[in-house]
């Protein structure tokens, strides 16, 4: 890792193409789907690495004992291989330490969305937000200020 880099706030729409180009072909982020060639990502931060049910690890990544935060997550995307030796992600890494933090954003933002949205999805009238509530969940998912008058 470069000096002086650490995570920040990235793009969420340039993150969402990176995951598209780059990180959809092995991993899903939705809860219901289930490991591809990687592991599911959904919850993928605050859980420690080799964790995901189901998935086989190599003994290297159940071994790493780090839990996944947006700075160990930022570490890692540069270069995984060297992260985790022994990895079996083919995956070169993100050089570029703004690719890696719009693809950050991007997951985390997703995951926040996905929990909260799957409380709408219960089906009774009760469970149902009205689009106020709705806005909310969005806009706090995003840490989106309030207008104040």
Sequence with gaps: MGKNESFSDGDEKKGANL???????CHNLDASEGNKIGPNLHGLFGRKT????????TD???AKGITWSEDTLF?????????????????????KGKDRNDLITFVQLSDRRRVRL??????????????ASTFE??????????ATA
Excluded: H, W
């Design 19 to 25: 995951f598209k180009t780059r990180c959809a072909q």
């Design 50 to 57: 080799g964790q995901v049910e189901g998935f086989s690890y």
């Design 60 to 62: 290297a990544n159940k």
């Design 75 to 95: 570490e890692y995307l540069e270069n995984p291989k060297k992260y985790i030796p022994g990895t079996k992600m083919a995956f070169g890494g993100l050089k």
């Design 118 to 131: 799957s409380d709408f999805a219960l089906g009774s009238s009760a469970a149902r937000p009205n689009k």
């Design 137 to 146: 969940t969005f806009r706090d998912a995003r840490n989106v200020p309030t």
